[in-house]
């Protein structure tokens, strides 16, 4: 059982940037990715980034592509989501989850953390 745990969150000015940390408990083969969600109030979850482990490639939705930077440090087991030139409707709690390589579900999922952002 993989524990995910983040960090990070908080209320910032829009323009503003911080920087997300998602700690895992243990890593084995079956952990592919961490992608990083967020759910907005009153809307769904959505996609925001994810990283593989092995080869560290990106991919990002369109809405934080440019502004969003995801990271990873293997020796920590720990993702980082730097979030730079952040906007109002960047508002939700983040969440982090663990991609599993053979079915390609997101198993494992964090508590989440708040960010805010003000305008």
């Known amino acids: 059982q993989v524990e995910l745990v983040e960090s990070g969150g908080g209320l910032v000015q829009a323009g503003g940037s911080l920087r997300l940390s998602c700690a895992a408990s243990?890593?084995?083969?079956?952990?592919?990715?961490m992608g990083w969600f967020r759910r907005a109030p009153g809307k769904e979850r959505e996609f925001v980034a994810r990283?593989?482990?092995?080869?560290?490639?990106?991919y990002y939705a369109d809405s934080v592509r440019g502004r969003f930077t995801i990271s990873k440090d293997n020796a920590k087991n720990t993702v980082y989501l730097q979030m730079n030139s952040l906007k109002p409707e960047d508002t939700a709690v983040y969440y982090c989850?663990?991609?599993?390589?053979?079915?390609?579900?997101?198993?494992?999922w964090g508590q989440g953390t708040q960010v805010t952002v003000s305008s």
């Open positions: 243990e890593r084995t083969f079956s952990n592919y990715a």
């Open positions: 989850a663990e991609q599993n390589r053979f079915t390609s579900t997101f198993d494992y």
């Open positions: 990283i593989t482990w092995d080869t560290g490639l990106t």
